[in-house]
């Protein structure tokens, strides 16, 4: 089942990022995009994630074009069937960790899942507050609120950054693991070239294209 697909994306800012950028994501697949700092990897991310209207191109999610969804209808698969892992993750700040999960499993009538926080490591925090938290154990909380959901498609930014190696490499069994058995697909942006080559498809950005080199 076709998940994602984009069709000569182009992108400028002050000048042109990228063009001709085309690429396509099935259900089970991973795919990463590497390349050089500022080549515009979170930006093309952030396209294919409908955070960003490309300055040309077309995006498909699950066949169908996102500029001729409804806005209604685009809000509520960014929500349910979109999971969005950034660098800088959106936790509510005042709330415990358990909130954070519960607001998360209301509002895509899923249950927290208490398999995946003590793989995470991070089954004794509930109560605590996030701002009590390291920021390696916010990004393994924001990385639980985003799998709560149930998403189709993931889109990680550097999701091992904040990381030790250890819990890294085990952040990275979880994605995989996560999209073999939901049949979801992931678009991983990295500096990391073991995690990058480990997916299925492995693109890199240079001179303003998208090359593949797996
Ligand atoms: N909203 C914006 N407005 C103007 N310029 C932007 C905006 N977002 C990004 N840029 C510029 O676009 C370029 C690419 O940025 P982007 O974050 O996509 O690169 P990247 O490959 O993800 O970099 P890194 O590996 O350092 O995270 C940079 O020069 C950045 O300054």
Redesign the pocket.
Known sequence: MNLLKANNLSHS??TE?FSNVSLNLDAKQSMAII??????????LNILSTLLVPSEGEVYLFGKNVTSMKEKELERVKRKDLGLVFQQHYLFRGFSVEENLEISAILSDEDIDKKLLKRLGVENTLQQKVTELSGGQQQRISIARVLTKKPKILFVD?PTGNLDNVTGDEVKKIFFDYIDEEEAGMVL?T?NEEFAMDCNIVYK?QNKELVRVK
């Not at 390349?35 to 093309?44: A, D, E, F, I, V």
């Open positions: 800012f002050d990022l390349g050089l700092s500022g080549s515009g990897k979170s930006t093309l550097e942006v500096h950005l």
